[in-house]
Every structure is written in structure tokens, then in C-alpha cells.
């Protein structure tokens, strides 16, 4: 049994938030559909239950074995975790009287036990259910309650196991991480050695032994999760990592020759391949957002196709895949479905992707692939660049490309990108850009009419880019970006800020 956690998952929209705060207690954990085949009680030194849409009285409820872990291993219930545990035990669940979602604070805490050490009456936890736990089943013992919920946790006398109605992964339970690091640490025993240091020792240690002596190779794309990626890797295995940064020609301005640049002196064995005009040739009168997505997929294999042909003998491919990009989710009907995206027609694969996977960070979350990345020495100003996307600037042209319309873009761009940075507003952005409308408006400028392009820009934060707002940023840096932009940008006359959230908006505006 190793020192990992496992945490199953009954459909809750924040069981990647447990396995967050899991890991920010330098504790390892996995998460897997409760209903999944991969994982093995016997792997892990204790059990998390994680919430569930659906109700322990509803028609199918989510259900599982637990005779391998309950009374024999540490294990923790979270909302339909803890109604699990009280209704198919003897308990007794039925609908709450009373609104039961957001903010709660514990109105008794029984001090004696160890899941609420440190943690006091009045301490603020956030719930969110519509079923309750009535009554308890023999054993059980409540050790905690709000105003509203009279077993808002409980422990089975003699066991191991513990449960909550609230939620403590999320933020507004302030001490939520309290209480995860009273569970698993003093009452489950586990170690705190999930640190970046282990991760990348470890990590490379293991790609030395997977990989020895054959070639890999890698597209970098800038970004943060490819460049930790390559770093790690080489550290593993040196020059037999082949790194191939394109220049798609939808990159921001200068950002080809500049990063480039970075990556050679980071002593990353990198190929720049500019490629930008087969790029403009395939984009050559298209205006529909996915018909431009897929032509640079296109270009971009092809390209990626050519060079990594061009290396002798590799074997394996390098992708800066990340955690979130591979835990399986659970579907409507409770059946686990895979989230990886690309299916690839087998008779016509492009060579490269015969080759072997290697996929150092598909067990880490963004977070820590930034940590990982400090803690190699990689720059920081590297590691907090925001998100940018694939098609590039492609996608932030509404209609067709053409490469006037990319040099103005990466103009107005960067007027505002280093706009941020020059008034310590870009960290606390999470995603910042400018899109070129397909719209001309009259305008002045001296006495001349002008009638040219309008411009927005859009800054948002996020955690994960699934969710977002507008920043708020503020007035007189507005002000100053838009007089910049149009008086240093031939062609655009007029500027706008969008103010729209996700959802109903998206990120990007195609
Ligand atoms: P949306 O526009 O869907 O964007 O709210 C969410 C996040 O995804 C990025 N994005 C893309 N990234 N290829 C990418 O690699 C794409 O086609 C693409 N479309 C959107 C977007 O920049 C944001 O971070």
C-alpha cells in the first residue's frame, strides 16, 4: 500500500477541487469514477467519497462495494458520501425542509474528535444539497451541526470512518483544508511528501527508466505545460529529446524569434521550424472559425509530420498533457466516459503519432506543473504567461487571415500586453488579448474623416477557463491603451472593451 489517496467520484462538479486541496497538503491522490475497473482499494492508504447530483433515494443511485475499505481503512464521506454511508447503513435520508446551499457556520463541534481538531464553533463551512441525513445508524455519532443540519458530520464508533455534510474542497469552507489535513494526516496517517522536488526526481527518474536510450520527440508550443514538459524530460534524457517549436505565422508579435530564443538558452535541444506561409496558403480565403481551426491542425501535423521524420530512429512523442485533461468523467447515466478528445482515423495516421506516448504530466494539475516548472529554475515570467490558444491569432480575426490583418492585430496586441505588465496589472489577469472586428466606422483624425477598423479587448479571470468574468480594469489604464493603439496602429480608428462573462460569452470570440 502506498502513500496515496483515492478519491471516487460520483459526478460532483468539484471533486477535482478534493483532489486539489489533497494535493496542496503535499499528499498524493487520484481520482477514478466509483463505477471504474483501474483502481485497487489495496493501492491506497485511504478513501474519499466524493458528492453526487444524484440522490441515495432516487431510482439508481450511484452504488458501490465498500466491504474492502469500510471499518478497514481510513475512510472520509463528503455529501453524497456522507448520505451513502447513513442510508445504505441503516440510516435514514429524505428531502431537507430548509434551503440548504451556500454559506452555514457550525453551531456545535464536538472537540473530542480528531476530524474537528483545530477547528472551532462558528467556523464557516459551505453546503449544497437538497437531501438530509435525518437519523444516524447505530454506531454513529454526530460531531458536528449547523443551524439548519443537525448531522452535518459524523464518525462510526470503532471505525475509521468519517463524513461531512458540507463541503470542505471548496473556498468559502474556511477550514476546509483543516479539516482534510485532521482526516488524512492525523487520522489516516499519511506522510506530507508530495512536494515539486519529488515530483520532478521521481518523474525523472521514471522517464529514464521507461525511455533509456531512445529518441523523443516534442512540439513546443510556448505555452506553459510544453515547455515543463521539455525541461523535465531533458533533464531525464538530455539531447535525445528533439524539441520542434513552429512559427504558424498567428503567433503574438515577435514571439516566434523571443521564445525561441528563451528555450535555446534553457539548453533545450529545439528546432524552430517557420512555417508561416503554408499556414497563410491553407487560411487563403476562410472566415468560418472551425474551417480555420482545422486547416491549422492540418498545416501544423503536416509540418510536425516532416520534421519529426527527419529524426533518426525516434520513438517515442512528448505532450505536455495535464491532469485535468485526463481524469475520466461520469456521464448523465453514472457510466464513466473517457474526456480525451482526439480520435484519429487509423489507416491515415501521420507517422509521428505512431510513435509511443510519454506523457510526464498527466498526473499534476496546472498549479503544480508551475511549481514543478519553479522549482526546475525554469523563468518565472515563463511559467505566469496566460493561456494562449492553438489557432493563435487566427481565431482572434473574425473572418478571413490575411497577413495585414495579423501585423495589425500583433501591433494592438502587444500595446496592450505590455500595457498590463507595465502597470502590474498582468498577473492578475488570467487571459488577456485584442480581436480585429470585421467592422469599419467613421471616425476623425485632424480634420480628415478616417473610416477603419475597430478593435476589442478582452481580459478575464478564470481558474480554469471553463468560467470567467471580465476584469475590472481600471478606467485611466483603459484610456491610455485605447490613445495608444490608435495612434500607433495605422488602419484602426476606434476601440472597445468587452464586457461580457462566460457563460453566456465565451473566452474567444470565435
Ligand atoms: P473559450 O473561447 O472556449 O476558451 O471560452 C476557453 C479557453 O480555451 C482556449 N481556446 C483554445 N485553445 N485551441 C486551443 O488550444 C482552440 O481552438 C481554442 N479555442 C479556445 C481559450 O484561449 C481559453 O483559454
Redesign the pocket.
Known sequence: MENKILILDFGSQVTQLIARRVRELNIYCEIHPYNSKKYNFDDYKAVILSGSPHSVRGENPPKIDLSAVKGKKPLLGICYGAQYLAHFYDGEVGSSNTREYGRANLSYVNTESPLFKNIAIGSQVWMSHSDTILSLPKNYKCIASTHDVKNAAYEIEGEQTYAIQFHPEVYHSTDGKQLLENFLVHIAGVSQEWTSDNFVDSTVAGIKEKVGNDKVVLGLSGGVDSTVAAVLLQKAIGDNLYCIFVNNGLLRKNEYSSVLKQYEGMGLNVKGVDATQQFYDELAGLSDPEAK?KAIGKVFIEVFDQEANLIEGVKWLAQGTIYPDVIESISVDGGPSATIKSHHNVGGLPDFMKLKIIEPLRMIFKDEVRRAGASMGIDAKLLGRH?????GLA?RILGDITPEKVAMLQEVDAIFINGLRDHGLYDKVW?AGAILLPVQSVGVMGDERTYEKAVALRAVESTD?MT?DWVNLPYEFLQKVSNDIINKVKGVNRVVYDISS?PPA???WE
Open positions: 481551426r493561456p494562449f490558444p492553438g489557432p481565431i487571459q477557463g470567467a462566460k465565451t473566452i474567444e
